[in-house]
Each structure stands twice: as C-alpha cells, then as structure tokens.
C-alpha cells in the first residue's frame, strides 16, 4: 500500500515537472490572477459603478432627447394671429415640441406674465420684424419651431401682397454645404472619443499595473515568490502574471465600449456610428498591445523595490510614461497628433483616434501597429530579464541598471 503510495506521489511530481518543463504553468497563474480579481468585490463594485455611470449619461441624453416639452407663449390681441400659426406648425417642425398660447391684454402684462413664470416667451412684432423675448434666455427648441414658421408666414404675405408666390420668391435662394476639411460633428466626436480613449487608457494602466506591481512585491516582500520561483520558472510567472491582467483589463474595456456603443446609438450621433466603431475596434487592437508593453514595465517596477512603500518611488517612470501619453493624446494639435499616431507607445491612443476623425486609413492603422509590436516585444525581452533578476533580490530596493546586472 506504502509502495503504491509512493509510486503515485512520483507520477504526480514527475507530471508537474514535466508540466513545468515545457511551459504549460503559466495559463494556470493567468487564471488565477482573473479568479483573484473577479472575486475582489472592490474591483467588481468599481466596474459596475462605471457600467451604471455610462448608462445614466446616455440614458439622461435619450430620455432629454425624446422628452415632450409644452412651451406657453404670450400673445397680444396683435399677435394671436402668427401665435395660432406658430401653435399648428409646431408638431410638423418637431414632434416633442407642443405650444400653448397665454392671452395677455398688452405689452406690460406679456412682460408680467415672463417674470411671474406665468409664459416661457412673448411673441411680437418690432421694428425690423417679429421678436421672441424671454426673460434670460430663449430655448433653442422653441426658437427652431418658431423662427422658419414665422419667416414662412411673413414670406407668403409678402408674396400675395406682390402679386407672385413664395416658391417664385425663394427661386435660386437654396444654399447647399460642401465640406472642405471633413464634418465638423465627425471631427468635434473624434474629439471626443480621443479623449474617452485616453481616459480608459490611463485608468485601466494605473488601476492593473499597480495592483499588478503591488501583487509582485507583496509575494517578494512575504517570501512566498522565493516558494513560487521553486517551483515555477519565473519567466512563466511573469507571462502569467501579464496575460491575467491583460485579460482582465481588455474584458473590462471591451465591456465599456460596448455598453457605450448601445448608448450612443440612442443618441442623435447614432449616425456616426459606423465610423466611431471602426476607430474603436482598433482601439481595442492597439490597446491590448500598448497596455502589455506597459503592464510589463509595472511588473518590474514592482519587482525592484523590496517594501510595499518602495512601490512609488520604483514606479514612477512608468507612471510618468502613462501620464505623458494620456495628456500628450488630447493636448496636443491635429499635426502633433498625427505624428504621434506613428511614435510607439503613443500610438497606442493617438492612431485610433485618427481613425475615428477619418485622418488614417485601415492600412495605415495596421502599419502604425508593427513598431508598436516591436517596442512591446522588446520592452517584454527587457522586462524578463530584470523580474527575473531582481525578484529574489530582497536586500532593498533595486535600480534598472542594477537589476540588469545583477546575477541570477
């Protein structure tokens, strides 16, 4: 029985060995880095606040947007008239738009009634034609209903009193729009999206690599990495490591933009989408390349120092790194950013958003990637190296240039 025992013990050590051996360990710490997380109810309640934050924001804006609106107009005995016009083609010019008329007897009580609330606007002929006074301002979506109904009413009396009609009047009068430079509302929503794009960069980079760092030092610090580093190769530890976090930050992302996607649809730039999700798709590409790049330099910097405390002070190049490509994505000019788009690891922002603002094309996008790639692939090298060198190295904190010397 003792005999037996034995023999199955070796068989289960020769397996792990084996299993060691020809690097299969490291799906084994990138999934249980992902089950760590999934059960941190910190990070669990973070990305559901952000989810309900995203959805609020454009669930406001749809809501706003479809919201019927009742504007109660003040009219004189001399304007009842255009004001019933008003009224009728209200529902025509904007169907969320619905206009009462409030009676006054004249000008003083018209203005009574804005001040006491009693009237959202006064409607009333000047000098050089109608006015729609309101106390402090007047509602851009009364004033889209009341300004072509009022222009087409005064054009009809025009018209009859000339003899001719409002169709021979307006004749030769249409003005067409020919862009020159691209659409305006596609440029101000690249914008935008730049600016959403770095924001979720930078805090995905300083939320994973952080908590990556600090995973590396909290098991240096606690020996338990001396544990780990016998039994795994640290190389499969650190792949390990970064595909878990990774995959953690590009499924939260993922989410992000999808949730984010459904809510613009509801929006009146839903027509933008095509384009926007173009931009975003690369986004995700780049992302996943530019986040490893950067979560690897986390890793060391979390391996070089020995304290918890050392973290700051290890990571701060990195930190700085990330910084200067959040602010360098959106403070920067259309020319800067479109040399950027091709400077690793910058263009891990920068290319997508000129994707977005129809400045790059799709095979531009994937040419910007190869450097990106290859500074990753060599940050990686590097970053192997010097976790491997100084993570068993518990006599203080390291420098880059010592790690890289330091013996195995």
């Keep these: 029985m003792s005999s037996t025992t034995e023999q199955s013990t070796q068989r289960r050590d020769a397996s792990a060995h084996d299993r060691r051996q020809s690097g299969a360990v490291w799906p084994l710490v990138a999934k249980r880095e992902i089950m760590v997380k999934l059960r941190d109810k910190a990070f669990i309640g973070g990305t559901l606040f952000s989810l309900a934050i995203i959805v609020g924001v454009f669930g406001f804006q749809a809501w706003n947007a479809e919201r019927d609106r009742t504007y109660d107009i003040a009219v004189t005995s001399e304007s009842t008239q255009m004001g019933q016009t008003v ?45 729609l006074a309101s106390t402090s301002q007047v509602s851009s979506q009364l004033l889209a209903v009341v300004q072509p109904t009022v222009t087409q009413s005064v054009l009809e009396s025009n018209a009859e009193a000339a003899g001719t009609d409002v169709a021979a009047l307006q004749q030769g009068s249409e003005v067409t729009t020919e862009l020159l430079e691209g659409d305006e509302d596609r ?31 909290e098991e240096k610090q606690s020996r338990i990495a001396e544990i780990i580093a016998a039994s795994i190769p640290t190389r499969q530890l650190l792949i390990g490591k ?42 995700l590409v780049y992302f996943l390349v530019g986040f490893t790049c950067v979560a690897a330099l986390f890793a060391v910097a979390g391996a070089l120092a020995s304290r918890t405390e050392d973290v700051q002070s290890t990571a701060t190049p990195v930190t700085m790194l990330v910084l200067i490509m959040f602010f360098g994505s ?68 390291l420098g880059y240039r010592q790690a890289w010397r330091a013996e195995v």
């Design 187 to 217: 440029r101000g929503l690249a914008q935008a999206a730049g600016i959403v794009m770095a924001i979720l960069f930078y805090m995905s980079a300083m939320l994973f690599g952080m908590t990556l760092a600090s995973s590396v030092v």
């Design 87 to 131: 009224r009728e083609a209200a529902p025509t010019i904007d169907d969320a738009v619905t206009v009462e008329l409030v009676q006054v007897s004249d000008d003083a009580a018209a203005r009574a009634a804005l001040d006491e609330g009693e009237a959202d606007a006064w409607l009333h002929p000047g000098d050089a034609g109608w006015v």
């Design 330 to 397: 959106f403070f920067v000019g259309e020319s800067a950013r479109a040399v950027m788009a091709w400077i690793p690891p910058f263009s891990a922002i920068a290319m997508p958003v000129e994707v977005v603002a129809g400045e790059a094309t799709w095979w531009e996008a994937v040419l910007a990637l190869v450097p990106l790639i290859a500074l990753t692939a060599v940050v990686l090298w590097a970053a192997e190296r010097i976790y491997r060198r100084a993570l068993l190295q518990t006599g203080g904190k």
């Design 242 to 283: 970064l595909v878990g976090n990774v995959a953690l930050a590009l499924g939260q992302l993922a989410i992000y933009v999808a949730v984010g996607l459904i809510g613009l649809s509801f929006t009146d730039l839903g027509g933008l989408l095509p384009s926007l999700s173009a931009g975003l798709l690369w986004f």
